[in-house]
């Protein structure tokens, strides 16, 4: 089986499972419960988000931080070899 083809079943069973999902979810009965779903999948996202930008924000005062203790061994280095020359 070529690529092409995979990727055109694979579109088609998506649009499948997609017109199976709206047809389920606009029956009354599963409505509200398509709608709780959701609601805590957008929990989760926000969640995440704010979790993601925390370590976001811990790796930037790292990456701060290294290039401090990089820029002193750099001026140490500087001043070592300019005491060496002397």
Same mark, same amino acid.
């Given at each position: 089986?070529?690529? +092409? ?10 649009? /499948?499972? %997609?017109?199976? %999902? *709206?047809?389920? *979810?606009?029956?009354? =009965? ?8 959701? +609601?805590? =999948?957008?929990? *989760? ?13 811990? /790796? ?8 401090? *203790?990089? /820029?002193?061994?750099?001026?140490? %280095?500087?001043?070592?070899? /300019? +005491?060496?020359?002397?």
């Amino acid at each position: 089986m070529n690529d +092409s083809l995979k990727y055109a079943l694979f579109f088609a069973g998506g649009m /499948a499972l %997609g017109l199976l %999902g *709206v047809a389920a *979810v606009s029956k009354e =009965g599963l409505r509200p419960l398509a709608t709780d779903i959701l +609601s805590h =999948g957008i929990d *989760v996202k926000e969640s995440m988000l704010r979790k993601m930008e925390i370590m976001k924000e811990g /790796a930037e005062d790292l990456l701060a931080e290294a290039k401090q *203790v990089s /820029a002193v061994r750099r001026e140490r %280095g500087d001043a070592e070899e /300019a +005491s060496e020359n002397a």
